[in-house]
C-alpha cells in the first residue's frame, strides 16, 4: 500500500469528489431519453446506469494511462497542483449543474489541469501534442462522427420499419431505448471513470507513492468506479430535464439510433485512449437523430448555447486551476485557504439549488408547458431550409406540427 501525506490524501479525496459530481452531472448523457419516454422510471434508470458505469469503470485503462502519463509532464507536477486543477473542474461541474446545463466534466478536468499546471511549471509542460491528438481533435471529431453516424442509422431504421405494425414498433424500440441506454452507461463509465483514475494515478507518482509511468493501482479503480456509480445514482436530475427538452423532438426510433450511435463512438474512443466528451458525443447524436428523420427539427438556439457553453468549458476551468495553484503556492496556508474556498462554494450552490428542487418525482413535471415553448421556438434557418427541401410524408409531419385538441399524436420524446 502506498505511503500517504496529508497533502496526497487531501487531493485523492477531492479527486473522488469530483468524480462523483462526474457522475451526477453525466448521468443524462445515458438516461434522459428514457426517462422522459416512460420506458424506464427515473429512479429505475439512474439505479441501472450506476451499476453499469461501475461495471464499465473496469474493462480498461487506456483513457487513464492518457491522462497520468501523457497529457503533462510528470517530472514537473507536484500534489498541490492537481488538487488545484480538481478544484477547477469541481467547480465548473457545479455551477453547470446549477443551471442545468450538459457541459463536458471530462473539458473541465482536462481545462483544470492544464491551467494548473501551467501556472505551476510554465506551458512547457503542458505536452501539446497529446492535447491535440487526444482531446481537442476528439472534442471535434466526436460529436461529428457520433451526429453522422445517428443520422444515417435514423434514416436506415425508417426505411427497414416503414410496413411495421406502429405499436409493436414502438415497444421495440423502447426496450432497444433501454438497451442502448445500458450501453451508454457502460461506454460512459469506461471513459469518464478513468479520467479521475488517471488523476489520482498522476497524484501518487507527483508525491512520490508511485513509480512513474505506472498503472492506475486496483484501490484506485475500484474507489473510481464507485464513486461515479454512487454520483450517477443520485442522479443530476436538473441536466436530465434541460436534456429532455431542448435540442430536438424524437421518436423511439431516433432515441435508438442516437444512443447506440454515441455508445459506440465513446467505446471505440475509450479503447484508442481517447479523452473525449460523453456530453458532447451525445448530444452529436441526439441532432444527426433530429436531422435523419425528414422534417425533424433540430433547435439551433439551443444548441449554439450549448456550443458556447463547450468551448467556454476548458479555459474557464483553466483560469480557476491556474488561479488556485497561485493560491497553493503559499504553502499548506494557502492550500487550507483553496480548499475552504471549494467546499464553501460547494456549500453555497447547493443552497442556492434548494430553491427549486428537482428530483424524480419532478423531472418530467414542466414537460407539457416546457414542450410547448420550445415547440414556439424557431427551428432555426438550417432546419427550415432542410425542410423546405425534403418536405415530409403525412405520417411524419404529424410528430413536427402542433396537432388539434382532439387529435392523438404520436408518442415521443424530447432529448
Known amino acids: 500500500m502506498e505511503s500517504f501525506s496529508l497533502i496526497l490524501a487531501i487531493v485523492v479525496v477531492t479527486a473522488l469528489a469530483f468524480d462523483f459530481t462526474n457522475g451526477f452531472h453525466d448521468t ?13 422510471k427515473p429512479k429505475v434508470a439512474v439505479a441501472m446506469s450506476a451499476v453499469l458505469n461501475l461495471v464499465g469503470a473496469f474493462l480498461s485503462v487506456e483513457v487513464a494511462n492518457t491522462i497520468s502519463k501523457g497529457l503533462v509532464d510528470e517530472a514537473g507536477i507536484r500534489p498541490e497542483v492537481i488538487f488545484a486543477a480538481l ?6 461541474n457545479l455551477l453547470t449543474w446549477l443551471v442545468g446545463l450538459p457541459s463536458s466534466s471530462s473539458h473541465a478536468l482536462m481545462g483544470g489541469l492544464i491551467g494548473a499546471t501551467v501556472a505551476s511549471a510554465g506551458f512547457g509542460a503542458v505536452h501539446g501534442d497529446v492535447l ?25 431504421t425508417y426505411r427497414l420499419g416503414k410496413k411495421a405494425d406502429g405499436k409493436a414498433s414502438e415497444k421495440g424500440y423502447r426496450a432497444g431505448q433501454i438497451a442502448s441506454a445500458g450501453l451508454v452507461s457502460v461506454a460512459h463509465g469506461t471513459n469518464d471513470a478513468q479520467k479521475t483514475m488517471g488523476i489520482i494515478t498522476l497524484a501518487l507518482v507527483a508525491g512520490g507513492a508511485l513509480a512513474p509511468a505506472s498503472d492506475p493501482p486496483l484501490w484506485v479503480i475500484v474507489s473510481a468506479g464507485v464513486a461515479i456509480a ?28 442516437a444512443q447506440t450511435s454515441a455508445a459506440t463512438v465513446i467505446l471505440a474512443s475509450s479503447h484508442l485512449g481517447f479523452s473525449l466528451s460523453t456530453t458532447h458525443s451525445v448530444s452529436g447524436a441526439v441532432m444527426g437523430a433530429g436531422l ?25 476551468a483553466a483560469l480557476v486551476g491556474a488561479i488556485a495553484e497561485l493560491v497553493c503556492r503559499a504553502g499548506s496556508w494557502g492550500t487550507a485557504v483553496v480548499a475552504v474556498f471549494l467546499v464553501a462554494s460547494s456549500a453555497a450552490i447547493w443552497k442556492i439549488s434548494r430553491r427549486e428542487v428537482i428530483d424524480h418525482t419532478n423531472v418530467n413535471g414542466h414537460d407539457e408547458a416546457d414542450g410547448s415553448a420550445a415547440a414556439e421556438e424557431s427551428a432555426g434557418v438550417v432546419t427550415a431550409a432542410m425542410a423546405a427541401v425534403t418536405p415530409p410524408p403525412a405520417g411524419e409531419l404529424s410528430a413536427t406540427i402542433p396537432a388539434p385538441a382532439a387529435a392523438d399524436p404520436p408518442a415521443k420524446t424530447t432529448v
Open 230 to 257: 454512487l454520483g450517477t445514482y443520485l442522479g443530476g436530475w436538473r441536466i436530465i430535464r434541460t436534456m429532455g427538452k431542448g435540442l430536438t423532438d424524437l421518436q423511439p426510433q431516433q432515441g435508438f439510433a
Open 28 to 40: 443524462a448523457n445515458a438516461m434522459a431519453t428514457t426517462i422522459s419516454t416512460g420506458a424506464l
Open 132 to 156: 491535440v491528438t487526444k482531446v481537442l481533435i476528439p472534442a471535434i471529431a466526436a460529436p461529428l462522427v457520433a451526429g453522422l453516424a445517428a443520422m444515417f442509422a435514423t434514416r436506415l
Open 87 to 92: 478544484v477547477g473542474a469541481i467547480l465548473w
Open 292 to 316: 435523419g428523420r425528414k422534417g425533424g427539427v433540430v433547435r439551433w438556439s439551443t444548441a449554439t448555447r450549448m456550443f458556447v457553453a463547450w468551448g467556454l468549458t476548458l479555459p474557464a
